[in-house]
């Protein structure tokens, strides 16, 4: 922090730019970031969700055209009539001209693998692996065909064998006799898994993104890729995959991230999963991250280096008006009138000008008053200047000793000068309890220079109170006090607090030192006390804004003392809470 202040105007100023660059550019890149983030994995998203909608629809396609031939098997009036009479012929010759009608319903056999017929409730038919006609007795226990019996005629499909590329998808309808509704048997056709997964087994998404079925716990990957063999037996999986989320979820498996989306086939037990590595976003999204960071920094360089020209040229105006004043007192220099623009630089070296000719012309009045000893007519001259005249020249001073790094006198003649204007105050006597403030501080400020801070201050005040009424220079007096009295043995550890606060229409405030106190009884006496003017002034100070008080608030205001905790002396002051109607000079 010290360093800070000892910097120059110009270092500062590229410091506070070059700050706030950096703070828009990581605001700016950001922001961007997670935008873009944000809308690249809602783009993953929803081409996950586009890529399973459309294999979903190709599968669907597929199994529709699996459930066109069992349609046209159950459709088939020579298969039908067959059934629904049987004995007309030997069982092998209906076997025979069963077989024939199946195989024109998909003579090339282009969408199954292979299509059977179980006869339900005609036992004089063969139970036969190898015949596509059978005794349903064959069937009849396992689960797929009680299923389908259940179904009434509605499709139900299933997969069977999911160990290897030699399972099947496995989709059946009872054959119904369109007569009497009555089931002659259950049309089976499969579909061999690998022919029926090819599609979806050469879709790829990213580096590891892949389709796959499942099937009642089961992970379907006929062609055995490591990706998906990862999700078998993960329960967190299977938890995502069966519950009722409608939109891409992300899931941990082995403390890894997976974006999982899922689509049912046609109401079926099968679901189409689309499963991703979530790293393949990341990887794009940290490439993203980089060339933010890249650009963010190439945009910093570069501001730097416009900043550095730019604060030159601010500071430009700055550095030579301390030029000019460093020379004050042997050259007196005046700015020159290209340095007099209307922007604040200009203002201030026209005033730095307009000081000089004010300074050599008093100089001068002084010189030609001291030749004639008039010394009632100097002081006359002295009390017409304007105290404008005395800020200005202070500030000057302050300048000046800002300029040769004279921190204490700078501070000193900065605060020297708010008192002066507060004490004058435009030639009000009222004023808010803010100035009011102000102006303690401003005496605090000269006295702890003064007393090498052997004492400090501090406030308690409630905000809310600071723009109403007191009268000027009533807290000063209470804080010379202390300052004199109360620390006048302390080499060190002297504290002041000042508190402000209300109670109903009454503003109060507390000034309390630790010091070595006093009778404050005694002090409370004097206050009651008649002045006597033929006395010196200071004798009556406290009695002085006592009276001040009273005479305009009323008699119920005022100020008393006590000994507080601490061994030190208590002054409050009790006045009127009144807002402030007057223009109070702004310190």
Known sequence: MEALKNMSFRAKLLITYIA??????????????SNFSKRFESEISYNTSQVTMLAVDNMTNSINSIEQVLCTVQANST???ILSTPGARSPYEEIAAIENEMQAADPLRATVSNLSLYIAKNDSYPVSYTSAV??????????????????????????????????????????????????????RADVNLSLFTNDISKITLGHTGRLFIVYENHIINTWNDSYINSFVNERSFFDAVYNDAAEPQIIKVNGIKHIINKQRIKSSPIILVCASNYNDINTDIRVVGVSVITTGIIAIIGAILLMFLLTGWLTAPITKLISYMKDFETERKRVPDEMLTNDEMGKLCATYNAMLDTI????????????????????????????????????????????????????????????FRHSLNKGNEYTTIENEFKQIKSYTDIQKIRYDDKFDISFDIDEELLQCTIIKLCVQPLVENCILHGFEEFEEGGMIN???????????????????????????????????????????????????????????????????????????IKIRRKNHEYKAIDL
């Open 20 to 33: 706030v660059i950096i703070l828009c550019i990581i605001l700016f890149g950001s922001t961007m970031f």
């Open 79 to 81: 298969i039908s009539r």
């Open 134 to 187: 059978s005794s349903a007795s064959l069937v009849e226990n396992e689960s797929w065909y009680k299923r389908t019996i259940e179904k009434n005629g509605d499709i139900y499909m299933s997969i069977m064998d999911t160990s290897d590329s030699n399972g099947v998808l496995c989709v059946a309808r009872a054959f119904i006799d369109t007569r009497t509704h009555e089931i002659l048997g259950v049309i």
């Open 360 to 419: 050599d012309s008093l100089i001068n009045d002084v010189y030609e008053l001291y030749r004639k000893q008039k010394r009632f007519e100097l002081k006359a001259l002295q009390a017409q200047i304007n105290p404008h005249f005395l800020y200005n020249t202070l500030d000057s001073i302050n300048w000046m000793a800002r300029a040769h790094h004279a921190r204490d006198i700078s501070k000193m003649v900065s605060a020297l000068g708010t008192f």
């Open 498 to 572: 000042i508190r402000l606060y209300a109670e109903g229409d009454y503003i109060y405030i507390s000034v309390e030192d630790n010091g070595c106190g006093t009778d404050t009884d005694e002090l409370n006496t004097a206050l009651a006390k008649e002045i006597d003017y033929n006395e010196p002034i200071e004798k009556y100070g406290l009695s002085n804004v006592n009276l001040r008080i009273k005479l305009y608030f009323d008699e119920t205001c005022g100020l008393t003392f006590t000994t507080n905790e601490k061994g030190g002396v208590t002054a409050l």
